[in-house]
C-alpha cells in the first residue's frame, strides 16, 4: 500500500497539494515551521490565474476583503506609464492568503504539524547484502551528494497559535491524524524519506513534497542563478491624498539596481515591496530606511506617495539570495516533488509566484494520484512555465537595468498596449473560474 505524501512547508504551495490530496480521500501531514499566520515577503499581488486557482481550492480571495487592482503603473522619475491590467486583479495580506488556504485544508482534512522546523531529510535504502538481517538499521544515502543525511537551516517558529495552526505534539493526535498515524508503519523502510524535525520528531513517507519557499535545505539548495537579489517589504497607511493617488492600481517605481511595487490590500492598507540586486542595496546606504530616502530622491510620484505614511510593521521583512530564473527541472530525485518557489522562482515584478505555486501543488497531487513519477512532474511543470519564465527574466533585466529603465518607461508611456502585453505573457494559463465563482475584480 502506498503512503500518503509528507509535506515540508504549508505555504501557497504546500496548502494546494495537501488540499487536493486530502479531496481525494489521502491523509496528507504537512509539517511547517511557523506556529502561527507569518508575514512573508511578497507584494501580495494576486492574478487572476491566482485567484482563479485558489477558488478552485476552495479559498475565494474576494470573501477574505482583498482589494480590486485594475491597473498597472510604470514609473520611471517623474514618467508615468498607465494601462489598464488585461484581467481581474487583487491584493491580499499573505497572513490573510495562507491562512485562509491553511484552514481550509485542514477543514478537508490534511494535518498540520505547526511550530515544527525540518532539519534532516533522508532517503532509506537496504542495508549491503552482507547485513545480517532486514531489521538491521537502515543506511541513509545521499541525494545528489556525498553527503549522509540532508539537513535544513534552523529557524525560530513564530509567535502565537491561532486555531489554524493547532499544534498536534507527540501523543496527542486529533481523530483524523490518528486515522492517518494507524495506517502508517512504524518505521521507514527502504527506499522511503524520513524527515526529522528539531525536536527529533521522525516521520516516514514514500513520496515528500518539498514545499519550503525560500527556504532551502542545506544540502539540497537550488542553485543560486542570481545570488545578489534582495527582497523587503513593509506595510503602510497612507495619507488620504496618496491612497486616493495609488487608487486601484499597482505601481512599479523603477530605480537604479531595483523596482519597487506598491499596491492596496485589504482594510484599506498598502503593501510596499521592493526587489534590489545587493550591490545596488549597498550603494544605496544599505538599509531600509536609506533606502526609501534614495527612491524619494529619485521619484517626486513615489515621494508624493510615502508622503505622511504611517509604517504599520515593527520593522520591515527581508530576504536575500533570491534566485530569480531557477528552475527544478534537473533536480528530480526518486519520490521527491519540489513545489512552489522549490520548482521554480519567476522575477517578482510579474506577480506570478503564487499561482505557480498553487499550480504546482495541485498539479504535483495530481500527478502523484496518477501514479506518475517526480520526474515526469518536473518535466511537464517546466514546459508550462518555460515561455513565461523566459520573457519574465527579460523584463526583470530590463527593469533592473538603471541605462534602459527610461526607455522602458518611455515606451510602454507611448505604448500602453505593451505593459498589458507583458501582463498577459508573463502569466499561466488561466484556469476557468469555478461555476457560481466571481471571476474575481
Ligand atoms: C520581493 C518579492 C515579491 C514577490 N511578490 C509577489 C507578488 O506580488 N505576487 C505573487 O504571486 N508572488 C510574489 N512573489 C513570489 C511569492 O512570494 C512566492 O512565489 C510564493 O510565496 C511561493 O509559495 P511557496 O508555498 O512555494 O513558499 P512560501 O510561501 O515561502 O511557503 C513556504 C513555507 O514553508 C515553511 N518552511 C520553510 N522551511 C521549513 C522547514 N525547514 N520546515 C518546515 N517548514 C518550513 C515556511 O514557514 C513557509 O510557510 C514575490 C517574491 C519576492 C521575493
Given at each position: 500500500?502506498?503512503?500518503?505524501?509528507?509535506?515540508?512547508?504549508?505555504?501557497?504551495?504546500?496548502?494546494?497539494?495537501?488540499?487536493?490530496?486530502?479531496?481525494?480521500?489521502?491523509?496528507?501531514?504537512?509539517?511547517?515551521?511557523?506556529?502561527?499566520?507569518?508575514?512573508?515577503?511578497?507584494?501580495?499581488?494576486?492574478?487572476?490565474?491566482?485567484?482563479?486557482?485558489?477558488?478552485?481550492?476552495?479559498?475565494?480571495?474576494?470573501?477574505?476583503?482583498?482589494?480590486?487592482?485594475?491597473?498597472?503603473?510604470?514609473?520611471?522619475?517623474?514618467?508615468?506609464?498607465?494601462?489598464?491590467?488585461?484581467?481581474?486583479?487583487?491584493?491580499?495580506?499573505?497572513?490573510?492568503?495562507?491562512?485562509?488556504?491553511?484552514?481550509?485544508?485542514?477543514?478537508?482534512?490534511?494535518?498540520?504539524?505547526?511550530?515544527?522546523?525540518?532539519?534532516?531529510?533522508?532517503?532509506?535504502?537496504?542495508?549491503?547484502?552482507?547485513?545480517?538481517?532486514?531489521?538491521?538499521?537502515?543506511?541513509?544515502?545521499?541525494?545528489?551528494?556525498?553527503?549522509?543525511?540532508?539537513?535544513?537551516?534552523?529557524?525560530?517558529?513564530?509567535?502565537?497559535?491561532?486555531?489554524?495552526?493547532?499544534?498536534?505534539?507527540?501523543?496527542?493526535?486529533?481523530?483524523?491524524?490518528?486515522?492517518?498515524?494507524?495506517?502508517?508503519?512504524?518505521?521507514?523502510?527502504?527506499?522511503?524519506?524520513?524527515?526529522?524535525?528539531?525536536?527529533?520528531?521522525?516521520?516516514?513517507?514514500?513520496?515528500?513534497?518539498?514545499?519550503?519557499?525560500?527556504?532551502?535545505?542545506?544540502?539540497?539548495?537550488?542553485?543560486?542563478?542570481?545570488?545578489?537579489?534582495?527582497?523587503?517589504?513593509?506595510?503602510?497607511?497612507?495619507?488620504?491624498?496618496?491612497?486616493?493617488?495609488?487608487?486601484?492600481?499597482?505601481?512599479?517605481?523603477?530605480?537604479?539596481?531595483?523596482?519597487?511595487?506598491?499596491?492596496?490590500?485589504?482594510?484599506?492598507?498598502?503593501?510596499?515591496?521592493?526587489?534590489?540586486?545587493?550591490?545596488?542595496?549597498?550603494?544605496?546606504?544599505?538599509?531600509?530606511?536609506?533606502?526609501?530616502?534614495?527612491?524619494?530622491?529619485?521619484?517626486?510620484?513615489?515621494?508624493?506617495?510615502?508622503?505622511?505614511?504611517?509604517?504599520?510593521?515593527?520593522?520591515?521583512?527581508?530576504?536575500?539570495?533570491?534566485?530569480?530564473?531557477?528552475?527544478?527541472?534537473?533536480?528530480?530525485?526518486?519520490?521527491?516533488?519540489?513545489?512552489?518557489?522549490?520548482?521554480?522562482?519567476?522575477?517578482?515584478?510579474?506577480?506570478?509566484?503564487?499561482?505557480?505555486?498553487?499550480?504546482?501543488?495541485?498539479?504535483?497531487?495530481?500527478?502523484?494520484?496518477?501514479?506518475?513519477?517526480?520526474?515526469?512532474?518536473?518535466?511537464?511543470?517546466?514546459?508550462?512555465?518555460?515561455?513565461?519564465?523566459?520573457?519574465?527574466?527579460?523584463?526583470?533585466?530590463?527593469?533592473?537595468?538603471?541605462?534602459?529603465?527610461?526607455?522602458?518607461?518611455?515606451?510602454?508611456?507611448?505604448?500602453?498596449?505593451l505593459l498589458h502585453q507583458a501582463a498577459n505573457r508573463t502569466r499561466l494559463a488561466s484556469p476557468q473560474a469555478p461555476s457560481g465563482q466571481p471571476t474575481g475584480a
Open positions: 500500500m502506498r503512503r500518503d505524501p509528507l509535506i515540508i512547508g504549508a505555504g501557497p504551495a504546500g496548502t494546494a497539494a495537501a488540499i487536493t490530496l486530502a479531496r481525494a480521500g489521502c491523509c496528507p501531514i504537512m509539517i511547517e515551521r511557523a506556529s502561527g499566520p507569518t508575514d512573508k515577503v511578497c507584494g501580495d499581488f494576486l492574478s487572476i490565474d491566482a485567484i482563479r486557482r485558489a477558488q478552485a481550492l476552495g479559498v475565494d480571495p474576494a470573501s477574505l476583503g482583498a482589494a480590486p487592482i485594475r491597473y498597472v503603473r510604470l514609473i520611471h522619475r517623474e514618467r508615468v506609464a498607465q494601462a489598464a491590467l488585461p484581467f481581474p486583479a487583487m491584493g491580499l495580506s499573505r497572513r490573510g492568503f495562507d491562512a485562509a488556504l491553511l484552514r481550509h485544508a485542514q477543514s478537508v482534512g490534511a494535518i498540520l504539524r505547526g511550530g515544527q522546523t525540518v532539519r534532516q531529510l533522508a532517503r532509506e535504502v537496504a542495508p549491503p547484502a552482507a547485513a545480517p538481517s532486514a531489521n538491521a538499521a537502515l543506511a541513509r544515502v545521499p541525494l545528489a551528494t556525498s553527503r549522509l543525511a540532508t539537513t535544513f537551516p534552523a529557524t525560530a517558529p513564530v509567535a502565537g497559535a491561532p486555531e489554524a495552526f493547532a499544534v498536534l505534539r507527540a501523543g496527542r493526535l486529533d481523530p483524523a491524524a490518528a486515522t492517518c498515524q494507524a495506517n502508517a508503519p512504524p518505521a521507514a523502510a527502504p527506499g522511503q524519506w524520513t524527515a526529522r524535525t528539531a525536536d527529533q520528531t521522525a516521520f516516514s513517507a514514500d513520496t515528500v513534497f518539498l514545499a519550503t519557499g525560500k527556504h532551502d535545505l542545506r544540502d539540497l539548495p537550488r542553485p543560486r542563478t542570481d545570488r545578489g537579489a534582495v527582497g523587503m517589504k513593509m506595510y503602510f497607511a497612507l495619507a488620504p491624498d496618496a491612497a486616493r493617488m495609488l487608487g486601484d492600481a499597482i505601481e512599479l517605481t523603477l530605480f537604479p539596481g531595483g523596482y519597487a511595487g506598491m499596491q492596496p490590500v485589504e482594510n484599506g492598507q498598502a503593501v510596499l515591496c521592493i526587489a534590489i540586486q545587493r550591490q545596488a542595496l549597498l550603494r544605496h546606504g544599505g538599509t531600509w530606511a536609506t533606502l526609501l530616502v534614495r527612491i524619494q530622491q529619485h521619484s517626486r510620484r513615489f515621494s508624493a506617495l510615502l508622503a505622511g505614511a504611517r509604517a504599520l510593521l515593527a520593522r520591515p521583512l527581508a530576504i536575500a539570495g533570491v534566485p530569480y530564473g531557477y528552475r527544478s527541472d534537473a533536480l528530480a530525485a526518486p519520490g521527491l516533488f519540489r513545489l512552489g518557489d522549490q520548482a521554480a522562482v519567476i522575477p517578482s515584478l510579474t506577480g506570478d509566484g503564487m499561482a505557480i505555486a498553487l499550480h504546482s501543488g495541485a498539479s504535483a497531487a495530481e500527478a502523484w494520484l496518477a501514479g506518475a513519477d517526480s520526474t515526469a512532474y518536473h518535466r511537464a511543470l517546466a514546459r508550462t512555465l518555460r515561455r513565461q519564465m523566459r520573457l519574465a527574466g527579460l523584463l526583470h533585466h530590463a527593469c533592473m537595468t538603471g541605462s534602459v529603465q527610461a526607455a522602458i518607461t518611455q515606451a510602454a508611456a507611448l505604448f500602453p498596449a
